[in-house]
């Protein structure tokens, strides 16, 4: 493996897992907390749309592509600051 | 394949691809001047079927190979947004194309847990898994569970739950494949199954993983343009504004002035209701089991997952997830614009009609067998709502005669239909056959074939498993999309723990691992049977397209329990995995593991 000290290693993984975590958090926002009020969401409109529904239809979907690609960036930079992105 | 030749291939792909969507517009807009001078439409037809089948097949032979990099993992060249284009394609299946619009189309809110469910699994695939399997870097996925929990008792539950959800998922894609070839052939059903077969199998039996994510490209591109175009028009008609992810808003408020005049009880945008329209709690539940069934089935099936090993490098299997869900939303993002303006126009063009008066499209369909239904139960003339009963798998196939477009537009639709069901065929024909021959034959029962041998095994499995999916799937088991959703749940409950915990905690130990799957995978299978075939009462009103909301907190538990409970993995196992979390540099191999 790269050459790593064990801890930068443990520094390596420490910041790799936060932000998983902080994507996973964003993940299970827009998959199940803003579906959950839905009911409510739909007495407001937004460009033409009913919220809840839009939500479920446009919006969460458009915050998943933007934290995948999120994460691809993010995690290169980590990468790079660790000098253990390839070449 | 020289290196050099290889990669003026890479770097030409833009090139290539932009000449075969070019030449596939100007093939279109010929046909479409063809049926404007009067060529009729069953030559129409046939020309999309055969000529799209035909170019798959030619990818698939030039891209032949005898070597086993090229043949399990396309020889890891793909560059990340090509690789994202092949997921696109190997992801969305006849369930989206044909089925998803015309669910939502029935059920209004409650079908986007499909739009959902079927999108934000790649956040999972992404962030928790496709970086560390590309480091891992073998063949498989029951590859990886076979290193890391030492052993072949691991990789032979992986194999089960491989083979399990990917061959429910292949029956219901030949299913797909024959409605759509028996429509547009006029040929029978039983009949057309195993044509479209042969176009399965043309694309991937010489050239593997190679063939596959080739054909998928030019795949991804057809089934892209086919979904885009009716809907465009469609907008543009109504709105004016060739966006319908944005016009669609119109056509949902639409719909709902016209709903109590209709006597319509279920609005189409209320979220969680019952059939009578009040708010439900069994639907409320519902909803977010399946679209947590459906995310983590996507970031465990192993025909997606095994994309990510094609790619050059860590950086590129991150990059290219990103591109994947990218080109799915395109598709996704329309689906509910295609439900709200084939609604409308149903509600405000056909209901109230007098019968004798319908739409062509209407009577068009009215006469293939028990998709739409017009009876006149009253008496009185008049269509009414209740007399009118549309099948959900013909709304998107009817759409551009709704729409009132060209016949040239419907053989678009179908070659769609047809690339999105044979390029999720083939990806997981694939998936299947290479865990058969790559880690049952090859890893289990003769470790010292040579490289000829395993191929010849791969690729006579491959035509095995492929027939015998056929014709399971001419005997009509189940619909499209209850079929898929099963494959999911599976597969959610039998891999996905083991996969998560092996790289991100490095104490799950093998006994924990293997006891979480079996425990898991056999819980859902159970619940699936059971309440499918049994009659066994739904537990807490969840449908069994769910089952793994059951299996997959008890596979959790099991595995992190037992793990604790057995002696940590050696220290060599944790350096091991501590060599997947990183980019750059060798792996780690723990001594008695076997690998090429």
Redesign the interface.
Known sequence: ????TPAQ?DA??RK?SR??WT??IL?AF???VV??F??QL?SISF????L???M???G???A??V???W??IG??KI?KEF????D | MANTTKSTFITNLPKIYGGYAGGFAVFVIILAIAEQMGLPQKIIGYAFVFLTIAVYAYIGILSRTMELSEYYVAGRVVPPVFNGMATGADWMSAASFISMAGGLYLTGHAGLGYVLGWTGGYVLVGVLLAPYLRKFGQFTVPDFLGVRYEGNTARLMGVVVLFCASFTYIVSQCFGIGIITSRFLGIPFEVAIFVGLIGILVCSMLGGMRAVTWTQVAQYIILIIAYLIPVIWLSTKLYNLPIPELTYGQALKDIAALEPKLGVVKPHVGAYLDAKGQFSWTEFHNFWALVLCLMVGTASLPHILMRYFTTPNVRDARMSVGWSIFFIFLLYFTAPAYAAFAKLEVYSNVIGQRINELPVWVQNWSQVGGLLTIKDVNGDGILQLPEFVINQDIIVLSMPEIAGLPYVISGLVAAGGLAAALSTADGLLLAIANALSHDVYYKMVDPKASTMRRLTVARVLLVGVAIIAAAVASTRPAGIIQMVAWAFSLAAAGLFVPLVLGIWWKRTTSAGAIAGMVCGFGLTLFYLIATRYFDMPLWFGIRNISSALFGLPVAFVVTVVVSLMTQAPSKEMQDFVDSIRVPKGELAWAKGTVHD
């Open positions: 493996m790269a050459d790593l290693r390596y993984w790799t932000l998983m994507i996973m993940w827009f998959s199940f579906h959950l839905a009911v739909n460009i033409g749309f009913p809840g529904f839009y479920a239809a446009q969460s979907l458009i998943f592509v934290l995948c690609f994460n691809a995690q290169n990468d000098g253990v992105a390839e």
